[in-house]
T-cell receptor, first 116, second 116 residues
Framework: EAGVVQSPRYKIIEKKQPVAFWCNPI?????LYWYLQNLGQGPELLIR????????DSQLPKDRFSAERLKGVDSTLKIQPAELGDSAVYLC??????????????FGPGTRLTVT | AQKVTQAQTEISVVEKEDVTLDCVYE???????LFWYKQPPSGELVFLIR??????QNEISGRYSWNFQKSTSSFNFTITASQVVDSAVYFC?????????????FGSGTKLNVKP
């Protein structure tokens, strides 16, 4: 079974430029998460989807961040414009449960973003 | 306040030593879930275990064991006879219900260095 796929793995951009990350969850997983992980810290949730509905986006900086999950499968996270402080690893995860985070999450390899 | 506290930032042991990683959590829920994840240098978080709040039985899986104690709000992880391949950052996480859906909280992680 294929795991969570993310691309790109690495991205270097200049500040004020836009950037997008893509995630393909494990087949059949209804719940999809985007996390931000700063160096030396644990993942912090940005947004959670149940199918195509964003059920928790309270931690998403909506002035510059946006996300979508069309058709309830793949998802895209966008930052526009990027700031220096956005440099981090962006993780995507999926889980088989719907309507609950009680199920374990399966993580992708992440996208390491560097903003210069 | 931190929902999940991993007080040990970094631990170094010599191969074959036993090592315990501490995790203390905070919640008012009676139903919650606890998790441990491993993040090797490659970066991908790997699910290790999930426990629910009603099951305080300790669990053993090979060289790994987990000690869940509700009385002290702790969910500690022990690796017996550590190996170099165990070197990674280990995260403890808590899932609890907030506003009719579950939120997921990660600790800041404990970096384990196993030296040959």
């Amino acid at each position: 079974e294929a795991g969570v796929v993310q691309s790109p793995r690495y991205k270097i951009i200049e500040k004020k430029q836009p950037v997008a990350f893509w995630c393909n969850p494990i087949s059949g997983h209804n719940t999809l998460y985007w996390y931000l992980q700063n160096l030396g810290q644990g993942p912090e949730l940005l947004i959670r989807y149940e199918n195509e509905e964003a059920v928790d986006d309270s931690q998403l900086p909506k002035d510059r961040f946006s996300a979508e999950r069309l058709k309830g499968v793949d998802s895209t996270l966008k930052i526009q414009p990027a700031e220096l402080g956005d440099s981090a690893v962006y993780l995507c995860a999926s889980s088989p449960g719907q309507g609950s985070s009680t199920y374990e999450q399966y993580f992708g390899p992440g996208t390491r973003l560097t903003v210069t | 306040a931190q929902k999940v506290t991993q007080a040990q930032t970094e631990i170094s042991v010599v191969e074959k030593e036993d090592v315990t990683l501490d995790c203390v959590y905070e919640t008012r829920d009676t139903t919650y879930y606890l998790f441990w994840y491993k993040q090797p240098p490659s970066g991908e978080l790997v699910f290790l275990i999930r426990r629910n709040s009603f099951d305080e039985q300790n669990e053993i899986s090979g060289r790994y064991s987990w000690n869940f104690q509700k009385s002290t709000s702790s969910f500690n992880f022990t690796i017996t006879a550590s190996q170099v391949v165990d070197s990674a950052v280990y995260f403890c996480a808590l899932s609890e219900a907030v506003d009719n859906f579950n939120k997921f909280y990660f600790g800041s992680g404990t970096k384990l260095n196993v030296k040959p």
